[in-house]
């Protein structure tokens, strides 16, 4: 687990360095009833110099409404530190 820290940090930090960020996700559903919401950035690495899209982290959800998306996804952002004032794109 501390290895899976330590990926997010440095994701997260390079995020921040960039001038702006798009989120992409994706929701599927999984055994039974239960949603699966997939988060990736595509951004402009300062330490690659390119853009990169990097898989950022997978949410479980009992149901998925368009508000219960938008809730996990603002929450994902501001928990793991990631600017939402930089977020230029959701697709």
């Not at 702006?20 to 599927?28: A, G, P, R």
């Not at 039974?32 to 990736?40: E, S, T």
């Not at 110099?49 to 998925?64: D, E, F, N, P």
């Not at 219960?68 to 004032?85: F, T, V, Y």
Request: net charge neutral; hydrophobic share 45%.
């Amino acid at each position: 687990m501390e290895l899976v820290i330590f990926f997010i940090r440095e994701l997260v930090k390079d995020v921040n360095t960039a001038p702006s960020y798009s989120l992409l996700f994706d929701e599927t559903t999984i055994v039974g009833v239960r949603k699966q919401l997939d988060l990736h950035i595509r951004y402009w690495s300062e330490s690659k110099q390119c853009v990169v899209t990097r898989y950022w982290k997978s949410i479980m959800l009992g149901h998925a409404t368009a508000d219960i998306i938008s809730r996990h996804i603002l929450d994902s952002l501001k928990s793991d530190g990631i600017d939402l004032c930089k977020l230029l794109q959701l697709g």
